[in-house]
C-alpha cells in the first residue's frame, strides 16, 4: 500500500476535493494531528491565492453586466443610515455557512458631476428582504444571485443588492441590533476606467493610485462575517456633489464556509 493510504487509515479521513458536510466544532474523533501550542491544526497551504477556495466551491463572485452601467449611486452629500445603496444577505438558514467577505470593486464608467470625497459607511443588521417588503419604502434596488466560481459548486444562498437610479432608494432605519462596523473613504472626484475598491480585512497600509490616469483606489475595511439572517448594508455619499452620482460596473466577491 502506499504511504498516502497508510497515513489515511492512521488518522481516520481520506482526501478528495468535494467538500464534506459541514459538523459541530469541536467533535472529540482520535487523530493523529500535527498541532501549535494553541491546539491550532498546522497545515500545507498549497496556493498562497484563493484557488483552493474555488477549488472546494465555496467562492462566490457577483458583477453585473460589463459596461451597462448597471450600478447608479443616488445623489447623497452626507451620510444618512436610510440611504442604503449595496446590500449583501446571507439567507442561509442558522445551521448554514457563514458568508466572509472578500471585496467590492467598481469600476467608473461615468464620472459624477463633481465631488471632493467619496466616503462610505458599513452597518451590520438583521437581513430585511428587498422585494415585497415595507423595508424599502423607495425602491430602486436590483438583486444579483451570486455565482459559484467553480462550475459544478453549489448554488448561493446570499443576495447583493444595488442602486440602480439616481432617484435614492429610502430604507427603515437600521433596527436596534443594527451597527456601523467601518468608515472609510476612496478619494475624490474619479476618472472613468477607475477601480474603487473596499478591500475587507484587507492592510490598511494600501495607499491610493494616482489620481490623472485610471487607478485602483483601495480602501482597507475590517474582516466581515455575515451570518446566516444577517446583512450589511454600505451607505456610500459624495461630499459636495452637484448632481449625478456616476455610474459604476460592480464586482463583489464572498466565501460560504
Not at 462550475?151 to 439616481?166: I, L, R
Not at 473613504?185 to 478591500?199: N, W
Not at 459604476?248 to 464572498?254: A, I, K, P, Q
Request: hydrophobic share 40%.
Amino acid at each position: 500500500m502506499s504511504l498516502p493510504g497508510v497515513v489515511s487509515q492512521l488518522v481516520g479521513f481520506v482526501a478528495g476535493r468535494s467538500l464534506p458536510s459541514i459538523s459541530q466544532d469541536n467533535i472529540n474523533t482520535p487523530q493523529n494531528l500535527r498541532l501549535d501550542g494553541y491546539g491550532d491544526v498546522a497545515i500545507n497551504s498549497y496556493l498562497s491565492k484563493k484557488h483552493a477556495l474555488a477549488a472546494e466551491g465555496t467562492y462566490f463572485s457577483s458583477t453585473t453586466t460589463p459596461g451597462g452601467q448597471a450600478v447608479v449611486p443616488a445623489i447623497v452629500t452626507s451620510y444618512a443610515n436610510t440611504a442604503g445603496v449595496f446590500w449583501f444577505q446571507n439567507n442561509n438558514t442558522a445551521t448554514g455557512p457563514n458568508a466572509y467577505l472578500d471585496y467590492l470593486k467598481l469600476t467608473c464608467t461615468t464620472v459624477p458631476a463633481s465631488t471632493t470625497q467619496f466616503r462610505y459607511a458599513i452597518i451590520r443588521d438583521i437581513a430585511q428582504p428587498l422585494i415585497g417588503t415595507s423595508y424599502l419604502t423607495t425602491n430602486n434596488i436590483t438583486s444579483i444571485l451570486p455565482a459559484n466560481t467553480l462550475a459544478s459548486g453549489p448554488q448561493s444562498k446570499c443576495t447583493v443588492g444595488y442602486s440602480n437610479s439616481v432617484t435614492a432608494s429610502v430604507n427603515l432605519a437600521p433596527t436596534a441590533n443594527g451597527a456601523v462596523i467601518a468608515a472609510g473613504a476612496l478619494g475624490g472626484l474619479p476618472i472613468i476606467g477607475d477601480e474603487f475598491v473596499i478591500d475587507f480585512g484587507g492592510d490598511q497600509a494600501v495607499s491610493f493610485g494616482a489620481t490623472s490616469v485610471a487607478s485602483r483606489k483601495v480602501s482597507a475595511a475590517p474582516a466581515i462575517v455575515v451570518a446566516p439572517g444577517q446583512q450589511i448594508m454600505i451607505v456610500p455619499w459624495w461630499v459636495s456633489n452637484a448632481s449625478t452620482g456616476g455610474k459604476f460596473d460592480l464586482e463583489w466577491t464572498h466565501i460560504e464556509r
